[in-house]
């Protein structure tokens, strides 16, 4: 008998909570219903300068409407996704409300690897081989490819490249430009990369005349050891400003010319 009363004692304490429960979580949502949002608050997840806070403002006014003033929870947040989403140098972004009227916004920045320069446009490539123009508000200090681009794009443009055969050419550029990354050294000594009209990638260092003939972007390990070589055997011997070019595209050869 005593059993029985304790657990009718424990399922009405259950029962108790359980209603209390309904009843906080009833006036929440009430409340929550009335709430409309007073405002805007961005967070970026990167310290990437690419959008501000109020470029994030001017997309949603523009293309969402009139969210200040609206009912809190009828605030469409797949819509403003999408709308920022859309923007060529954001990755991704997470919006929620919060209970104080808040429209909250994180913003993941894409993040460039590389810079292309063909002509009079300007674009950066990220790790996944996204192109995206270059923006106003920042300039990311990344490697800078410009001469004889083979990437199709044009003013504004946004995306993957347009054939397999340009994806696979960039693919290379961005392995590139990660070994030399790694490397430190390279990524230290070489301070532009120009692209001539066959194809080859021409090295341009940061001290010296000489310019490194690298060739189609293959091969880096063997062709920055020799870039290495002429550096600690050639160079020394025939002084400096001696050769003009150093071609390291050919295998086993080094060829200088004056």
């Known amino acids: 008998m005593r059993k029985g009363i304790k657990i009718a004692v424990i399922a009405a304490a259950a029962c108790v909570l359980c209603t209390l429960f309904l009843v906080i979580k009833g006036m929440r949502d009430n409340r929550r219903r009335q709430l409309t949002c007073g405002g805007i608050n961005v967070e970026f997840a990167d310290s990437y300068n690419f959008v501000t806070p109020e470029d994030i403002e001017s997309y949603l006014t523009k293309e969402y409407g009139a969210y200040i003033g609206q009912r809190l929870d009828s605030v469409d947040l797949a819509k403003v996704e999408k709308i920022l989403n859309n923007k060529s140098a954001i990755l991704k972004t997470e919006a929620y409300t919060t209970p104080d009227g808040k429209l909250n916004v994180k913003v993941f920045q894409r993040e460039p690897v590389v810079r292309f320069q063909k002509g009079g446009n300007g674009f950066y490539a990220d790790e996944k081989g996204f192109l995206f123009p270059l923006q106003s508000n920042y300039t990311s200090q990344v490697p800078i490819i410009d001469g004889e681009v083979p990437l199709t794009f044009e003013s504004g443009y ?27 050294t390279w990524a230290t000594n070489i301070s532009q990369i120009t692209v001539r009209g066959n194809g080859d990638l021409v090295m341009v260092p940061r001290q010296g005349k000489e310019l490194f003939i690298f060739g189609q972007p293959d091969g880096f390990e063997d062709k920055f050891a020799k870039i290495g070589k002429y550096y600690t055997t050639i160079l020394p011997e025939k002084g400096e400003g001696f050769y003009s070019t150093v071609n390291v595209k050919y295998n086993g050869q080094i060829v200088c010319r004056k």
């Open 158 to 184: 946004k995306g993957e490249p347009v054939t397999e055969e340009e994806k696979k050419w960039l693919g290379n550029i961005i392995s590139l430009v990660n070994y030399m990354k790694a490397s430190k």
